[in-house]
Structure formats: C-alpha cells, structure tokens
C-alpha cells in the first residue's frame, strides 16, 4: 500500500520533472497538477502507477490522460478564476478537478452514464464544488449553458464540430485533438466576434469523440 507522504512524493516529482522539465510554465497550472490527488482518479488496482508519465485505463474503454497532457491542454486553455468552462469527456472527472483548482465553473459532460455517475461521486466527495456532470453526448455540447469561456475535448475528433464553436464566447477558446483515429493534433481555435483563428499543437492520440459531432455510434476504441 503506497502511503500519502509517498503518493505526495510522487505528485512533486511529477510536477517537476514531467511537466515543469518539459516546457509547462504557468504556476497556477502547476500548482493545480500538485493539489488535485491524481490517485484519487484512477482504479485500485493502479494506484502505485498513479503518477506514472502515461495514461491509465479507467474501464469502460476510457483513459485518463497522461499528466503532460493534462497540464499541457491546460496551459493553452488560459483559464481564469471565473470563467466558464464545458469539458467534453469526464472520464474519471481529474481533468475537471484540475479546472476547478484554477477557479473555474466547470460543466462536465460524459456520454457513458457509468462513468460519468462515479466521476460525480468521486469530485463530490473530494470537494470539487464548482463542477456538474451531465451524462450526454458531448459532440452536441450543452447549449443551454453556453456561452463558455473555453471548451476543453478530452476525447479525438475527425474534424472540430462546429456547435462547439457557436458555444463559445466572444474571447473563447476551443481545445480539441482532431484527426484519425491513431494520430492527432490537438487543436487551439481562438473565437473573435464572428471570426475565429485555428493554431495546432502538440502531435497526441486520444480515444474516439462518438456521437453526431464524432465518430460513429459503436465505435468504443481505437482499432
């Protein structure tokens, strides 16, 4: 059984050496890495590798992304205290912790019901006030709470679905990784009044967005 001063141990060298060491800048990110308990987010059996530089299965043919890429999608969101943010994809709900560690109001949408009934438990019973978890299709957004200041895809796209970017608000940001189905490029799209600018990132690969703004219906796993 790994002890808390040794999960502790292994949340500050994880900050450290695989996200600071590697280019991420933004202390308010940083810091959120090291204060949301990353072994609170994924299975019993997967609690030693917890901190581990690479993604981790949560069941249900989900991940959790590896902590670089967390941070990473993070920093380039800019998020402020305040701002308005819609997650497509909760998974175990770790991503949204990190949201709401930075201020956030954080509206977390997950297409499977299982997943998204444990993430909400998880992120209540942690204190994670300030974050919802819809159970829907995440490719179609939530409109009724829309507009976002930023709109975070934890889940890879064939091309950006534009309901999301009518989502956003004026200012807004739209990170989503789009591409095939095993190479992606996550993807930054800036929103100005009705003009938007689309810069790519880092190269990644994520498992499938499925829905109407997705890939297909029955489509659980990259294959």
């Known amino acids: 059984?790994?002890?808390?001063?040794?999960?502790?141990?292994?949340?500050?060298?994880?900050?450290?050496?695989?996200?600071?060491?590697?280019?991420?800048?933004?202390?308010?990110?940083?810091?959120?890495?090291?204060?949301?308990?990353?072994?609170?987010?994924?299975?019993?059996?997967?609690?030693?590798?917890?901190?581990?530089?690479?993604?981790?299965?949560?069941?249900?043919?989900?991940?959790?992304?590896?902590?670089?890429?967390?941070?990473?999608?993070?920093?380039?969101?800019?998020?402020?205290?305040g701002d308005r943010v819609l997650e497509v994809g909760t998974g175990s709900g770790y991503q949204a912790a990190i949201l709401s560690r930075l201020g956030a109001e954080v509206f977390s949408i997950e297409r499977n019901r299982r997943l998204a009934d444990e993430a909400r438990e998880r992120l209540a019973r942690l204190g994670y006030e300030h974050v919802q978890v819809i159970a829907g299709d995440g490719s179609e957004g939530l409109p009724h709470n829309a507009p976002y200041n930023a709109i975070v895809v934890t889940a890879a796209a064939p091309s950006v679905p534009q309901n999301l970017i009518t989502q956003l608000a004026d200012g807004g940001r739209l990170l989503i990784p789009v591409g095939e189905m095993?190479?992606?490029?996550?993807?930054?799209?800036?929103?100005?009044?009705?003009?938007?600018?689309?810069?790519?990132?880092?190269?990644?690969?994520?498992?499938?967005?499925?829905?109407?703004?997705?890939?297909?219906?029955?489509?659980?796993?990259f294959g």
């Not at 299975?43 to 590798?49: D, E, F, K, R, V």
């Not at 989900?62 to 402020?80: D, G, H, R």
């Open 182 to 221: 095993r190479h992606q490029v996550l993807t930054l799209i800036l929103k100005h009044g009705s003009q938007t600018l689309t810069r790519t990132l880092d190269p990644c690969q994520f498992v499938p967005l499925i829905g109407k703004g997705g890939w297909p219906e029955g489509l659980s796993r």
């Open 1 to 81: 059984m790994v002890s808390p001063a040794e999960f502790e141990l292994r949340a500050r060298e994880m900050v450290q050496v695989q996200i600071r060491e590697r280019g991420i800048h933004d202390e308010r990110v940083l810091d959120a890495m090291l204060r949301v308990p990353r072994h609170e987010f994924v299975p019993a059996a997967l609690l030693s590798a917890a901190y581990e530089d690479r993604p981790l299965p949560i069941g249900q043919a989900e991940t959790i992304s590896q902590p670089y890429i967390v941070a990473a999608m993070t920093e380039a969101l800019q998020v402020m205290p």
